[in-house]
Every structure is written in structure tokens, then in C-alpha cells.
């Protein structure tokens, strides 16, 4: 893996190198020129841009009316508030589906404020009324979690 070959990573886009040492190869990549990658295999690392700065900024305040949306719902889900709803337990995990609307929400039984950028993405696309945010999850739950990274969300 090479600074040339990221360069080459373009948005939409994964790229998959064969390295010798993944681990090293991602502490010595990781950042650069807005490129995230992560180890994909025990021989390959796999290299993706995700949102820019500009797109990041763009996007925030809608990323902001889907959090506090998805908060607020997978609070009265949790609390019992769930008529209408199907629910799945799993693990600390309560998966609610409302078959009329198709609406997911997976939310942390104990902690329901709490944010995985997988769960999150996927009421975004369910509930719908987060456009910007969708389109710019490009790359699914690792652009989510860029997002919610960058907007202060997550650590």
C-alpha cells in the first residue's frame, strides 16, 4: 500500500490492497489524506473516503433532527410505549419493526440514547425525512459513524 494508491480511493468507492502486515498497514494510513481504512482480512486492508469536511458540515443539522428523532422514539419504545410495534430481544438489544410503516428501531435496552451508526443509519433509511444524511452515507455505517464522530456525537 502506497500514498499513491490511496490517492486513487475515491468517493463511492472501496479499494482493497494485500499487505503483509495489516495491522501496521492501518496504524501507518490511518487519517491520511481523509482516506479511513481498516483491516478487511489477515492479508488485505481495505481503504475507503468517506464524507468530507464540507459534506460533513452540510449534513449536521439534519444529523441532529435524526438523533434527537431517534432518541425520542427509542426512548417511549423502550419504555413500553411500543402499541402497534413488533419486538425483537436480542442480547442488551431490543429490535422494534412497525409492520405498517416498516419503521426500525434498534435501540439498547438500558441505554436506549445510546448511538450505533449501524442502528441509526438503518432508521434513517426506514423512517425516512433524512435525505441528506442517507445520501451522504455513501459507504453505509462507516460514513454514519464519521458523521456522528464529527458532528461530537461519539468520541
Request: net charge negative.
Amino acid at each position: 500500500m502506497t500514498p499513491g494508491g490511496l490517492r486513487a480511493v475515491v468517493r463511492g468507492r472501496h479499494a482493497v490492497f494485500p499487505s503483509a502486515d495489516p495491522q501496521d498497514d492501518v496504524r501507518r494510513w490511518r487519517g491520511y489524506d481523509g482516506v479511513h481504512v481498516f483491516m478487511s482480512g489477515p492479508d488485505r486492508v481495505t481503504a475507503m473516503r468517506l464524507a468530507g469536511p464540507e459534506e460533513a458540515r452540510r449534513v449536521q443539522p439534519e444529523l441532529r433532527r435524526l438523533v434527537a428523532d431517534f432518541r425520542r422514539r427509542a426512548r417511549a419504545l423502550v419504555s413500553g410505549d411500543d402499541e402497534g410495534w413488533a419486538a425483537f430481544p436480542h442480547g442488551p438489544h431490543i429490535r422494534f419493526e412497525h409492520p405498517g410503516t416498516g419503521v426500525v428501531v434498534e435501540a439498547h435496552e438500558e441505554r436506549p440514547d445510546d448511538l450505533d451508526a449501524f442502528f441509526l443509519l438503518e432508521f434513517a433509511e426506514t423512517a425516512g425525512g433524512y435525505p441528506a444524511v442517507t445520501a451522504a452515507c455513501v459507504h453505509g455505517f462507516h460514513d454514519m459513524l464519521h458523521l456522528l464522530r464529527t458532528g461530537g456525537f461519539l468520541d
